[in-house]
C-alpha cells in the first residue's frame, strides 16, 4: 500500500514537473517572439519618423519586414510558434495560477485568462500570414471596422467609449508600473552585475512608458469615436503612432516613442531569459 502510494506521488511531482518545463519553455519562446515583433514595429516607426518609412508600423508591417529576410518563411513559423507558446503559457497561469503572491486568486488569473484569448488570435493572424494566407488587413482598418460593428450593436457607443476608457487606464498602468519598476518582482536579477541591472532597468522603464503612451492613445482615439459617433476616428497601431508625428513635437516624439518600443523589444528578449515562470 505504502508502495503504492509513494509511487503515485512519485508520479504526481513528475507529472508537475513536466508541465512546469513545458510552461516556462512556452513562456520564455512567447517573450522572446513578442520581442521580436515590437522590435520591429520600432523599427518601422523609426523609419516613419525619419522620412524613410513604406510599410506601416504595425504587426502587418512587422511581418512583412520579416518574410524579407533570409530564411523568412522558416522565421514566421518559429514567431507563430513562440506565439502560440505565450497562449499556452497564459491559459495554463488562468487554469493553474500565476507565480508569486496570490497567484492562484482570480484577481490574477482573468487577466491570464484575458491574455490566453489576445495571444491566441496574435498566433492565429502570424501562423496565417507564414501559411501564405496574407494577414487580416491593416490595424487601422481592423480598428475602425470593430469600432463602426460594436456601434451597430444596442448600447454599442457606450461599449466603444467604455472599451477605450479601459484601454487608457490600462495604458496608464502600464506606464506607472514601469516607473515604478515592478517588473524587478518578476524577475531573477540576483546574479546580474550592475550594468546588466542598469540595462535592463532602462529598457524596462523606457520600454514600458512608450508601450503605456501607445495604448493611452488608442484608448483616447476609440474614445473619441465613440463620443463623435464617427467609427473612422477609431485608429489602429500605425494610426496611432503616426499621429505623434502630428503634435508639436512633431516627428521627434514619433522617433522617442518608437525608440521606446525598440528598448521595449529588447527587454522582452531581457524577460524571455530572467522572468521567474
Known amino acids: ?114 491574455r490566453c484569448v489576445f495571444y491566441t488570435f496574435v498566433a492565429y493572424s502570424v501562423l496565417a500570414f507564414a501559411a501564405g494566407a496574407g494577414g487580416s488587413g491593416s490595424s487601422d482598418r481592423q480598428s475602425r471596422d470593430v469600432t463602426a460593428r460594436a456601434m451597430e450593436m444596442p448600447a454599442g457607443r457606450w461599449l466603444v467609449g467604455i472599451a477605450g476608457a479601459a484601454i487608457v487606464v490600462a495604458g496608464a498602468v502600464i506606464g506607472i508600473q514601469a516607473a515604478r519598476r515592478t517588473f524587478r518582482k518578476k524577475m531573477r536579477l540576483g546574479g546580474l552585475g550592475p550594468r546588466t541591472r542598469r540595462l535592463v532597468d532602462v529598457t524596462g522603464v523606457a520600454g514600458g512608458a512608450a508601450r503605456g503612451l501607445v495604448f493611452a492613445g488608442a484608448g483616447a482615439f476609440a474614445v473619441r469615436a465613440a463620443v463623435d459617433y464617427e467609427p473612422e476616428r477609431a485608429k489602429g497601431l500605425d494610426d496611432t503612432l503616426r499621429s505623434f508625428a502630428g503634435t508639436s513635437l512633431g516627428p521627434w516624439l514619433l522617433a522617442c516613442v518608437a525608440a521606446g518600443l525598440v528598448l521595449f523589444g529588447v527587454f522582452s528578449f531581457a524577460l524571455a531569459r530572467l522572468r521567474r515562470v
Open 1 to 114: 500500500m505504502n508502495a503504492r502510494v509513494l509511487t503515485a506521488t512519485g508520479r504526481s511531482r513528475a507529472r508537475r514537473a513536466a508541465n512546469g518545463s513545458a510552461a516556462e519553455g512556452a513562456a520564455r519562446a512567447g517573450l522572446t517572439a513578442r520581442g521580436v515583433i515590437y522590435l520591429l514595429v520600432g523599427v518601422l516607426a523609426l523609419r516613419i519618423a525619419f522620412g524613410a518609412g513604406n510599410r506601416q508600423a504595425d504587426r502587418g508591417g512587422a511581418l512583412a519586414e520579416l518574410s524579407d529576410k533570409p530564411f523568412g518563411a522558416v522565421l514566421l513559423w518559429a514567431l507563430g510558434a513562440g506565439l502560440a507558446g505565450m497562449a499556452l503559457w497564459r491559459l495554463s497561469e488562468a487554469l493553474f495560477g500565476v507565480t508569486g503572491k496570490d497567484g492562484h486568486t482570480l484577481r490574477k488569473r482573468l487577466p491570464a485568462a484575458a
